[in-house]
């Protein structure tokens, strides 16, 4: 895929995966709506163009913010030609006791929030080519100690 002239939206930029895609994206030319929850921390290098950079925070486990989201991206870019479903987060942990709120959230954060993209492309898109990217780490691959319920949500992304 070309990537110069496309517009592209990602999540969780701010720092790891999410903060080396955008910058390529920048590079190449795309005009990119970046989301973060933490979307203050972002800082790009000086050599980087921020030009097409449209910066704005927001919570993917709440689909009320993803519903703005796309609003936003739509207002700023036109049309949604790639959209990158990073954003996420893993837990160190023991199991030591029950919280159905703590489970939810993060299934909210890793999974929900990118299927729920993913139905908002087809529906932006129909029957028009489109992208949508996932990304994971290969941390999410392995049940590591200490990370079951992570490797649990990149279980479901895998699955879909």
Sequence with gaps: MTLQNKN??????????????LQ??????????????????????????TA???????????????DTLFNFAQEKLGDIDLFIANAGFAYYEKIDGTDWNHISKIFETNVMSFVYCAEKMKELHGKNPYNFVVT???MGLLSMPGYSLYSATKAAVRGF
């Design 8 to 21: 592209a939206v990602i999540t969780g930029c701010a720092s790891g995966i999410g903060f080396e895609l």
């Design 136 to 138: 994971g780490s290969s």
């Design 24 to 49: 390529l994206l920048l590079k190449n030319g795309c005009k990119v709506v970046a989301c973060d929850r933490q979307i203050e921390k972002l800082e790009l290098p000086s050599q980087i163009n």
């Design 52 to 66: 097409n950079l449209y910066k704005t925070k927001c919570d993917i486990s709440m689909p009320q913010e993803l």
